[in-house]
């Protein structure tokens, strides 16, 4: 599986619960497309949000994020990484 960070914008002032919620409802349908999201930042400021994914495709991350209703902005592949 490919390893993906989505980029949305235009959520400023979003809180800790409002970015729990989001993640808690893409995680209720991840599976359907086959997609594991990892982990979520955001900025309340500056209004970015950041998603870390797992999937066969960016399509099928853009896809659970507009079904739940806050669609990336931008959603980059991450071919490398170190932890």
Same mark, same amino acid.
């Given at each position: 599986m490919a390893t993906f960070m989505d980029v949305h914008t235009g959520m400023k002032g979003i809180t800790s619960e409002q970015l729990m919620a989001a993640h808690k409802a @893409?995680?209720?349908?991840?599976k359907e497309e086959g997609v594991h999201f990892k982990q979520a930042w955001a900025d309340p400021e500056s209004g970015t949000?950041?998603?870390?994914?797992?999937?066969?495709?960016? @399509?099928?991350v853009r896809r659970i994020h507009e079904r739940t209703g806050h669609p990336a902005d931008s959603i980059l592949p991450v071919p490398v990484m170190v932890s």
């Open positions: @893409d995680l209720a349908i991840e949000v950041y998603c870390l994914s797992e999937g066969p495709s960016a @399509d099928a």
